[in-house]
């Protein structure tokens, strides 16, 4: 398998423009995890999906941020509109333990989001 | 919220030398993981220790865990310059998903 995939990998945006992420989890994971990262605040998790419903979103900032998952092979995260502050590396991560959310994570390489 | 904390927050060793860091959480756990994060890249999951589980190795890897104080700390034998990243240790309770603390980066000289 090729493992999470994300993108884009980089992302260079202005103020107030929407911003969306997109992850691609390892086939037959059950459980789907967004997290932000940065210096001042470490790891975040923002939200989770539990077979395609988001079951714990109480880690999403603010309602700028929003998360979906259409079918068990595709995520987004979108930020609409963007601030300055939103700058971070967002990561996803999978995970395949039905009924143990508090199993080991997979994690993608991360998207780098810089907001002028 | 943070639940496990690092300890130190950083850490400058030498090629061939070990490396311990520790890890103290609050709440009672499932399990307590220990992952990687190389500069530029995501966490990689090294290893898992259960609540009923004291001590688990994998390879240079050697993980202990004290449930009565609430504890672990994670061993890297043999430091190799290729060690050079951030650990964090994340722990599970039943029904919630890990909580990471802030890491501690290590950095192996040559």
């Known amino acids: 398998d090729a493992g999470v995939i994300q993108s884009p990998r980089h992302e260079v945006t202005e103020m107030g423009q929407e911003v969306t992420l997109r992850c691609k989890p390892i086939?037959?994971?059950?459980?789907l995890f967004w997290y932000r990262q940065t210096m001042m605040r470490g790891l975040e998790l923002l939200i989770y999906?539990?077979?395609?419903?988001?079951?714990?979103d109480s880690g999403m900032p603010e309602d700028r941020f929003s998360a979906k998952m259409p079918n068990a092979s595709f995520s987004t995260l979108k930020i609409q509109p963007s601030e300055p502050r939103d700058s971070a590396v967002y990561f996803c991560a999978s995970s395949k333990h039905p009924g143990l959310v508090e199993n080991e994570q997979f994690f993608g390489p991360g998207t780098r989001l810089t907001v002028l | 919220s943070q639940q496990g904390e690092e300890d130190p927050q950083a850490l400058s060793i030498q090629e061939g030398e070990n490396a311990t860091m520790n890890c103290s959480y609050k709440t009672s756990i499932n399990n307590l993981q220990w992952y990687r994060q190389n500069s530029g890249r995501g966490l990689v999951h090294l290893i898992l220790?259960?609540?009923?589980?004291r001590e688990k190795h994998s390879g240079r890897l050697r993980v202990t865990l004290d449930t009565s104080k609430k504890s672990s700390s994670l061993l890297i034998t043999a430091s190799r310059a290729a060690d050079t990243a951030s650990y964090f240790c994340?722990?599970?309770?039943?029904?919630?998903?890990?909580?990471f603390g802030k890491g501690t980066t290590l950095s192996v000289s040559s």
């Open positions: 220790i259960r609540s009923n589980e």
């Open positions: 086939s037959g994971h059950d459980y």
């Open positions: 999906f539990n077979n395609n419903v988001p079951i714990d």
């Open positions: 994340a722990t599970g309770q039943a029904g919630t998903a890990l909580i």
